[in-house]
Every structure is written in structure tokens, then in C-alpha cells.
């Protein structure tokens, strides 16, 4: 789509697509499967785009928090230092001035805390995102029938290139994000994954692949950590 959307830009006439166009098109997505497919793709985009701005704001929240660290460390030490040169004795005086200084310490240590929360709140951040808009788009395309086969069996995916780009869709992606062109096969029913959807398990080294078993490994049934996400 980012190389894309400059070329539909500069088309002047858009128009609605004949029937016969729509006829040749797959079967529309419904909504339920098209936030499926999307959402996990959308998160990621919306979370490298914020990536900058949250980095940004991560240093000036370790700038403030030193400060005010420094602030009040230096409060608590000078108590600390006035409290350890009291006067040791036991009478009231002396009973009622170090009550005085700890009772000084608990009181910096209570403010450190509250200025604490009170910089995880100024810089907590959440995102919503919203469906505002879909557009469907009908482009030409040259189509590719590719014939996948494996011990267990055989199976034909679709590449689609646009003329208008010079370039193919990203290959079908059935476990992760999908989005660099390289696929793994699975043996079993033969599910194109990213790499990482057929990565050995964290705990016990068994490769699986995340599209048959996307809930955990089969094997020590270790959570897999990663979505079986088709997007074509």
C-alpha cells in the first residue's frame, strides 16, 4: 500500500468496478476476519510510529525521576546525618528529637513516593485505535499459481504482481506479522509462516510450527508466545 497509494493518487478517474470485475475478485473478507488479519499488523505499525515519541518521552521520565531522586536523597541524608549526631542520651529531650528527625525521614520517604506515582501518571500513555474507514480497491493484477510440495502432501498458493508498482504482494503468512517476503514450509499441512513461526521452542528446543499449534509446543506445552496471524 505505501508504494501504491502514490500511484492511485495520480489517477484521475476512479470508478466504481464493473461486474465482471467483482466477479473475478475472491470472496470479500467479513468484518470479524479482516480485523483478524489487520489488527496485528495495524499494532505494530502504530507501535513503531509512536517508537520516536516514546523514546523521547522514556528520557525525559528518567531525567525527571533522577531529579527528583537526587531531591529527596539529599533531604533523607541531611535527616539521617542530624538523627546519628542526637544526643544518644535517654531523657525526654532527647527521645522527643529523634522521634522529631525520623518522624522527618518517613515524611521525605512518603514524598519521594507520592512524586513517584505522580510521574507515572504525567507520563502514562495510552492508544486507541479506531476502524473509521474501509475502502476496497480494485487494481490489476498479473496472478501467479505456485504449486507447494512436501512429503505429507501438495498445495497451490496465489502471488499477485501489480503492474502499476512493479512489484508482488507479500506471500501469504499463516503465523507472525509476515513482513518480509521470506516463508517456511511446515511438514504437516504445509502452512507458510515467517521463520520465527517455526523457531525452536524456548524451553525444550522442539521446532513446531505456531500455525498448527499456535496456542503452545506440542511437546512440553510451554506457552509459543506467538500469533497464528494469516495475511495475504
Not at 54 to 67: G, H, T
Amino acid at each position: 500500500m505505501a508504494r501504491l497509494r502514490p500511484a492511485l493518487a495520480q489517477m484521475p478517474d476512479w470508478h466504481a468496478p464493473v461486474p465482471t470485475t467483482r466477479r473475478a475478485t475472491a470472496p470479500a473478507w467479513s468484518a470479524v476476519t479482516l480485523e483478524a488479519r489487520v489488527r496485528p499488523l495495524l499494532d505494530q505499525q502504530v507501535r513503531e510510529s509512536l517508537e520516536p515519541f516514546v523514546r523521547a518521552m522514556r528520557r525525559r521520565l528518567e531525567r525527571d525521576r533522577k531529579r527528583v531522586h537526587a531531591y529527596h536523597d539529599d533531604l533523607r541524608s541531611s535527616s539521617l546525618k542530624r538523627l546519628t549526631a542526637l544526643d544518644p542520651g535517654e531523657g525526654d529531650r532527647a527521645e522527643a528529637d529523634r522521634r522529631r528527625e525520623k518522624l522527618r525521614i518517613e515524611a521525605i520517604e512518603r514524598e519521594y513516593r507520592a512524586k513517584l506515582d505522580d510521574l507515572r501518571h504525567n507520563y502514562a500513555l495510552r492508544v486507541t485505535v479506531e476502524w473509521v474507514q474501509a475502502l476496497d480497491l480494485y487494481v490489476p493484477v498479473q496472478r501467479f499459481d505456485v504449486l507447494i510440495r512436501r512429503r505429507k502432501g501438495e498445495r497451490l498458493v496465489r502471488l499477485d504482481w501489480h503492474s502499476l508498482v512493479k512489484t508482488s504482494e507479500p506471500p501469504l503468512c499463516e503465523a507472525g506479522l509476515g513482513r518480509d517476503r521470506i516463508r517456511l514450509v511446515c511438514d504437516d499441512k504445509l502452512h507458510l509462516t515467517e521463520p520465527a513461526g517455526q523457531a525452536p521452542c524456548s524451553s525444550c528446543g522442539k521446532r513446531f510450527c505456531r500455525a498448527c499449534f499456535p496456542a503452545a509446543c506440542p511437546r512440553c506445552g510451554r506457552a509459543s508466545g506467538a500469533r497464528a496471524t494469516a495475511v495475504d
